[in-house]
């Protein structure tokens, strides 16, 4: 059974990095890591995408090992804005079955 | 900036009834999704949609439920005889087609506000 997990919650304060790491070891060989925040109430919004090593654009960056089997999601200099849920999502594959397989999610508290 | 929007943003049905919830993807876009969200769950996929067929589907998407894209702006989601646990949220997404020849199969997705579905 295909699982990609990510921690429960994280704090973080103002102004800090934050790191948020996503496991998915069973993703198909050739598709894009993507990372997605949701707030409540809300459809999930796109923040960055990815294939192999590192992406950055404007609000975060993207790290993903050779192997694939994880990403980290950096986000720097969080505000208080961007306390949400944030998810990965990968194609994987189970046997010749794929599907596209979100994360467990990870509310992230900014904290002033 | 064009959006993806869904209808009704609530729907309440008996136990048993069928429901069609309703999608516009942004208009250029040629991939198209479902998702549901249980209240306090993770986002979950349903099927994904491309050239007038399944691309891929989840253990979820069983015989109750089928996609349709009736005309060239509608895409839509029918579960034929809803069930308690069918209540969730239900999420449209559409993305454009890749470019290039990298073999990946999806890009950025955008997705829409929403369907809250009450099954009583």
């Known amino acids: 059974l295909a699982k990609t997990t990510q921690p429960i919650s994280m704090d973080s304060y103002e102004g800090q990095e934050v790191n948020i790491t996503c496991s998915h070891n069973n993703i198909a060989t050739n598709d894009y890591i993507t990372w997605y925040q949701q707030f409540p109430s809300q459809g999930p919004r796109f923040i960055i995408q990815?294939?192999?090593t590192k992406v950055t654009n404007e609000v975060a960056s993207l790290f993903i090992p050779a192997d694939r089997k994880s990403s980290t999601l950096s986000l720097p200099r969080v505000s208080l804005s961007d306390t949400a849920v944030y998810y990965c999502l990968a194609l994987t594959s189970s046997g010749s079955a794929r599907q596209l397989t979100f994360g467990s999610g990870t509310q992230l508290t900014v904290l002033p | 900036e064009p959006e993806v929007t869904q209808t009704p943003s609530h729907q309440v049905t008996q136990m048993g009834q069928e429901v069609i919830l309703r999608c516009v993807p942004i208009?250029?876009?040629?991939?198209f999704y479902w998702y549901r969200q249980i209240l306090g769950q993770k986002v979950e996929f349903l099927v994904s949609f491309y050239n007038n067929e399944i691309s891929e589907k989840s253990e979820i998407f069983d015989d109750q439920f089928s996609v349709e894209r009736p005309d060239g702006s509608n895409f839509t989601l029918k579960i034929r005889s809803t069930k308690l646990e069918d209540s969730a949220m239900y999420f449209c997404a559409s993305s454009e087609e890749l470019e290039g020849s990298s073999g990946a199969a999806y890009n950025e997705q955008f997705f829409g506000p929403g369907t809250r579905l009450t099954v009583l």
């Open positions: 990815g294939y192999k």
């Open positions: 208009s250029n876009h040629l991939y």
